[in-house]
């Protein structure tokens, strides 16, 4: 894993040579020289990141986090306040339409660099031993640089992707509830904890699966039927969800298929409580932490939601249900985000329920922290 290496180690571990011999990166099989960009070391505790030439000129770049300006002479990197060469890396172009990665050093011999994604191999070698007919590809920079999707290679001012990232969320929500044809509102609260995990794929980081567990408790006030008598009922009900997803598309904000379980405790069906749980199914578009703003969504289908209830009652329901939502990451340095959103639930009685029905309306507002 690239975060594993130390870029300290790998300077110690360079082939010594003279103060005016440089070095450069070449692909072994061709013998030519390729693009290289300079390695920066993330202090005190993140991996190294590189410096991307700049979008007008490629034998310059410039490094805001520490704001040192970095010359290209002869395709050799060097520090324009000191006039040393820097510690580079080949950069490779991430086809089709994927951001640049750069390929690590091994860790056993900082001279030789290997690719898995496209099985390249390189070597850094005396730039005199290069023939100089051989050019070195120039790749150009994006006209307007965009942040790409967290490659392994952590753009300027980003931190690497790591392999396990958790969000806690708590969330406050105004409840409006529909059970029977009578209707109620009240105020209830829900936290959730999302915990991601994610892989080094050809030195790009891709989301694997996506664990997330809900607990919600509904507070309402609302009208119901009592054999011929319309009373007034305080309603409250705890759900329990719990969603195991496979995740595709961008390492940020990635969509997920998933199955999971889901237990409620108590459902009101005519002033009799039941004891409900069952299986579902879900699909979700989790949001892109790294940006300002991102929106996020979920649709969630339960066939059979069934249990047991007062004098040995028994009912079952399908379930609809989708959430819907935006974050706003204020940019402080603790990880924390707002959240505001919207979700919606259709309960349809089945069986012995037949003709029952439950619909919860309920925007919300929240604040999450990542660990």
Same mark, same amino acid.
């Given at each position: 894993?690239?975060?594993? %290496?130390?870029?300290?180690?790998l ?13 450069c990166? %070449? ?13 920066v ?32 002479? !002869? ?10 060469? =820097? ?20 860790? $056993?011999?900082?001279?030789s ?40 290679p ?22 409006? =509830? ?5 209707? $109620? ?10 915990? *991601?995990?994610?892989?080094? &794929?050809?030195? %790009?980081?891709?989301p694997?699966?996506?664990?997330q ?5 509904? &507070?309402?006030? *609302? ?25 595709w598309?961008?390492? !940020? $904000? ?35 932490y790294s940006?300002?703003?991102? =929106? ?39 990880? =924390?985000?707002?959240? %505001? ?28 922290? *990542?660990?």
């Open positions: 894993m690239i975060a594993a %290496i130390a870029l300290s180690t300077l110690a571990q360079a082939t010594p040579a003279p103060a005016n011999t440089p070095y990166w %070449i692909n072994t099989k061709t013998g030519k020289r390729v693009f290289v960009v300079p390695l070391p993330n202090e005190p505790n993140g991996p190294p990141y590189y410096v991307m030439p700049s979008a007008g000129d490629p034998n310059s770049a410039f490094d805001p986090k520490t704001g040192v300006n970095y010359a290209r002479e !002869n395709g050799v990197w060097i520090n324009t306040k000191t006039g040393k060469r =820097v510690f580079v890396v080949p950069l490779v172009p991430n086809e089709p339409n994927g951001p640049p990665y750069y390929v690590m050093p091994s860790a $056993g011999d900082p001279n660099a290997f690719d898995p994604k496209t099985g390249v191999n390189y070597a850094r070698v005396p730039c005199s031993e290069v023939a100089s007919t051989a050019p070195q590809p120039t790749p150009a920079p994006p006209s307007n640089p965009v942040t790409p999707p967290s490659p392994t952590a753009p300027i001012g980003m931190v690497a992707p790591k392999l396990l990232i958790n969000h806690f969320d708590a969330f406050a929500n105004f409840d409006s =509830v529909r059970t029977n044809g009578f209707s $109620g509102t009240g105020t209830g609260e829900s936290f959730r904890l999302t915990s *991601q995990w994610n892989a080094y &794929n050809g030195g %790009i980081a891709r694997l699966f996506t664990n567990f809900t607990f919600e408790r509904t &507070n309402a006030q *609302q009208s119901v039927l009592f054999g011929t008598l319309i009373i007034d009922e305080n309603d409250d009900e705890d759900d329990c969800d719990d969603f195991f997803y496979y995740d598309g961008p390492y !940020n $904000g990635p969509y997920g298929i998933g199955v999971g379980y889901s237990h409620y405790h108590p459902i009101y069906v005519y002033g009799t409580p039941y004891d409900m749980q069952g299986f579902g199914f879900s699909v979700s578009k989790f949001p892109n940006q300002p703003f991102s =929106v996020y969504g979920g649709l969630t289908y339960s066939p059979s939601i069934f249990g047991n209830g007062a004098n040995g009652v028994t009912g079952s329901y399908n379930v609809w249900k989708y959430d819907v939502g935006a974050t706003v990451n204020p940019g402080w340095k603790i990880p =924390v985000d707002f959240k %505001i959103g919207y979700k919606w639930e259709n309960w349809t009685g089945t069986g012995s329920t037949t003709g029952f029905s439950y619909r919860l309306n309920s925007p919300y507002l929240g604040a999450s922290y *990542q660990f």
